[in-house]
């Protein structure tokens, strides 16, 4: 069973998965749709991201994802991961800046 | 169609099972889509085809047996990168090619593509034996005793389906060469193989046992001094059979073979696996001299020759270009026919990404490969490509070819040559972004004459314990690791693949990755300023000692 993530001081969770077509990052928002953009994720606390975690991972064939999990984030808009994998998971190889998630549409 | 210079020619079985198995392929992915297997129930079977989920997307990765394609193969995986992944591939330390950004939908139509030149993906991935390595210079080198790719074959085809094997405790990698030279790292595989001549002519192999790197690096050890051709499969089956009997299931990080023969000693396998050979029936195992000729016949040989000038013109163009005396001192080997020179071909520019290729660049290497080397083309452990039989007097062509698409960069066996796995960037298992700091290792050292005065040293990198970028081999060795969400580097040194092969030693503490750069520089100014004439790194290293390494390493100013 996967441990809880720990929780400094300003920071919360969003939840990340990959799509199953794909493969690519997602990252699920407020509205229950799946985003490659972390800037649209959902930001919760960890109550929140409990309930939300059990409801993704229950629907994650339907919505056509894979490896639902939760990561913490700071707490500002918009979200930051805090590790540097998940930096790359949301923003793309940093040794190819051409592919940076942010410029795709 | 023509037979190919330097691999097997597939039949018309090989492809029947191609189209089969990419039949079934889509099947399990249609099921996958339409949610009638999980992705529990999925994994193993895609990762059977070589199929695996990373960071950002699939990663598809196809086998390259012994490192050779030919030049029509070489294309195909030019276009597979255009047309279906990010217009690059990344050649891996197993002699194989990785695609980065696949969709699982494309992956069948990519699987069809790849069947058209007789390639595919299967058992790149899983607990079987992997795609079976070779030497670089195979069949070309002037130092090799026996061509190993023959033999490389038939382990592939015995390998392949194994039906005993195909669920092993954990993989399981066979290298092979045929020069007293070791340019597969033999002792660092689960079995390494090396073939030199017998009597009567049959070759006879030399083959260790439970080597490997990991998160426990172990020296393989001698089972065989000397085995004959005709026992060489009933002995690797009888090896693999001890190993799937007893080797641990219980636990990931115990599992390889080197942990079993480390646990019971090289003595007690060499025993059991005696023992085995004595209960089994050798007689349906025997490779006959007549299977190793049918498949010798399936390979092409080149028609080496040359004008009688080759090498007086070679010399000529050399003295006149330094640029190009750089290049050929550090990027040819000798061939055995005098009027031809192996080149290799350098993946590692100063500041890029070691081991990746555009697909203008791999149809580029197409072309040169047809215009100058049989249409040949070898990928090397160390993420290189080699053109096994140029002809002296075309060298100079070739290299000016290869300048054309950024190709030509001269320092192979050098600190640029850098050996790197894909790390934090792309991989799921990483801890730490190996690339980047092989970029600005590339970039500080990318005075192409600065690193021949340095001389022989290889740097190697990995973002995790896994050590795909070998870095326990490494002269100097990096592996990455995460300090609560850091990236740090742990240092090694003295860590060699070749003959005489020894694991890195760990100087001290990992360093922050923004001050590891700057201490490998240290660690190169140490042994410059303390060299003796004619010393390499690895010289100086053992002369002095690590402690004004260590020092180095870790001063403060």
Known sequence: MKRPVRLEPGQKLVLTANRLLDGRTVWWGADGTWDSHIGRAAILDADEAEVALLRATEQAQRDGVVGVYDTAVQDVVPPEPVTVREKIRAHGPTVHPEFAVETEQ | ?557
Request: net charge negative; charged share 25%.
């Open chain 2, 1 to 557: 169609m023509s037979i190919p210079v330097g691999h097997y020619q597939y039949d018309r079985i090989d492809r029947d099972f191609l189209q089969a198995r990419i039949a079934e392929f889509e099947g399990q992915v249609n099921r996958r889509l339409d949610g009638t297997l999980s992705e529990d129930e999925f994994k193993p079977l895609r990762l059977m085809n070589g199929l695996y989920l990373q960071l950002h997307a699939y990663m598809l990765r196809v086998a390259i047996p012994y490192g050779i394609l030919d030049s029509r193969q070489l294309r195909k995986l030019g276009e597979i990168a255009r047309r279906y992944d990010r217009d690059y591939g990344h050649f891996t330390t197993r002699q194989n090619i990785q695609f980065n950004w696949i969709r699982l939908e494309d992956t069948p139509a990519i699987l069809r593509e790849l069947a058209e030149v007789d390639m595919h993906a299967i058992q790149t991935s899983g607990n079987c034996i992997r795609n079976v390595t070779a030497d670089e210079y195979a069949g070309a080198a002037a130092d090799e005793l026996v061509d190993p790719r023959v033999h490389a074959e038939i382990l592939r085809q015995w390998s392949t389906l194994h039906p005993e094997f195909t669920f092993l405790p954990r993989k399981f990698k066979i290298a092979i060469s045929g020069s007293p030279n070791d340019r597969v790292a033999a002792r660092f595989h689960d079995i390494g193989i090396l073939a030199r001549p017998g009597e009567a002519g049959a070759p006879v192999f030399r083959i260790f046992v439970g080597g490997g790197l990991g998160r426990t690096p172990v020296i393989g050890e001698e089972l065989f001094d000397s085995v004959r051709e005709e026992h060489l499969l009933a002995t690797l089956e009888a090896i693999l059979r001890v190993y799937n009997a007893h080797g641990r299931r219980d636990n990931i990080y115990k599992a390889r073979i080197k942990i079993l023969v480390q646990a019971i000693g090289v003595e007690a396998y060499r025993e059991a696996v005696e023992a085995e050979l004595a209960q089994m029936d050798l007689e349906r195992y025997r490779l006959t001299p007549e299977a190793v000729a049918a498949i010798r016949a399936r390979f092409a040989v080149p028609l080496l020759e040359a004008p009688a000038d080759a090498d007086a013109v070679l010399a000529q163009q050399r003295r006149d270009d330094p640029l190009f005396d750089r290049w050929v001192r550090s990027n040819t080997h000798v061939h055995r026919d005098p009027g031809h020179i192996i080149a290799t071909i350098s993946l590692k520019p100063g500041g890029g990404i070691p081991g990746d290729a555009t697909s203008a660049q791999i149809a580029r290497l197409a072309d040169l490969a047809d215009a100058y080397s049989f249409g040949e083309i070898r990928i090397t452990h160390l993420q290189n490509v080699v053109l096994g039989h140029v002809r002296k007097d075309r060298l100079r062509d070739l290299w000016l070819g290869l300048a054309e698409v950024g190709l030509a960069e001269a320092n192979i066996g050098l600190i640029g040559d850098i050996v790197a796995c894909p790390g934090l960037d792309y991989c799921a298992l990483a801890n730490a972004r190996s690339i980047p700091i092989a970029q600005k290792l590339g970039a500080r050292f990318a005075d192409t004459a600065l690193q021949a005065e340095i001389g022989a040293l290889r740097i190697n990198i990995s973002g995790c314990i896994n050590a795909c970028g070998h870095h326990h081999a490494g002269h100097i060795g990096l592996l990455g690791v995460d300090k609560r969400g850091e990236e740090f580097f742990q240092l090694t040194v003295g860590g060699r693949a070749e003959n005489g092969a020894a694991i890195g030693t760990i100087l001290g503490a990992a360093l922050p990755e923004d001050e590891t750069v700057d201490a490998i520089a240290r660690l190169v100014d140490c042994y410059l300023g303390r060299r003796e004439s004619g010393e390499t790194f690895l010289d100086t290293l053992t002369r002095l000692g690590h402690e004004p390494f260590r020092e180095a390493a870790y001063e403060t100013v």
